[in-house]
């Protein structure tokens, strides 16, 4: 590797602050209201649909 020293652009802390925000919210900030609720309406009907197949176990059990 080289041991220059890297020459590049330095970013203000509000860039560096923004930049961060983005990468930790990544896709998971819709601008979009139909969108925001399409995405929360399947990780509703995700969780539903998990905690219902593993009650299925606690049903059969009895048989």
Not at 13 to 42: F, H
């Amino acid at each position: 590797m080289s041991q220059a020293p890297q020459e590049g652009r330095r970013f203000s802390d509000e860039e560096l602050q923004d930049l961060v925000a983005s990468t930790d919210s990544g896709g998971r900030e819709p601008t979009n209201r139909n969108v925001a609720l399409l995405i929360a309406t399947v990780a509703f009907l995700w969780s539903v649909f998990q905690v219902w197949i593993a009650d299925l176990q606690f049903q059969f059990a009895q048989y």
